[in-house]
């Protein structure tokens, strides 16, 4: 069992920026992933990274305003988001897998562990 922790939401006026960060207990992942979800929306995706070849996916519209690193040896993962806009308030979710590739990292279903969520909340 692998189990998750986030940090590092809060709030945050338009423009400013927030890092959330993920660490992972627990058997090793090798995939980990944050999604979204915003009241009265579906569940998103918004980026993911490998473990294997350290490729990262980005939805496009976070693009070139979020980055996704990651720290193999912590088994931790951080979201850097800057340029925050009042759409990308929601409660941002990590989760981790153990294998995915190209546009099945998009997907939610892709990913055996989930965190609790942490609140993101930007004011314009």
């Known amino acids: 069992q692998v189990q998750l922790v986030e940090s590092g939401g809060g709030l945050v006026q338009a423009g400013g920026s927030l890092r959330l960060s993920c660490t992972a207990s627990?058997?090793?992942?090798?995939?980990f992933g944050w999604f979204r979800q915003a009241p009265g929306k579906e569940r998103e995706f918004v980026t993911a990274i490998s473990w294997r070849d350290g490729n990262p996916y980005y939805a496009e519209s976070v693009k070139g305003r979020f980055t996704i690193a990651g720290d193999n040896a912590k088994n931790t993962v951080y979201l850097q988001m800057n340029s925050l806009k009042p759409e990308d308030t929601a409660v941002y979710y990590c989760?981790?897998?153990?294998?995915?590739?190209?546009?099945?990292?998009?997907?939610?279903?892709?990913?055996?562990?989930w965190g609790q969520g942490t609140q993101v909340t930007v004011s314009s």
């Open positions: 627990g058997r090793t992942v090798s995939i």
């Open positions: 989760a981790a897998g153990s294998y995915c590739s190209g546009y099945r990292c998009y997907r939610a279903n892709s990913y055996n562990y």
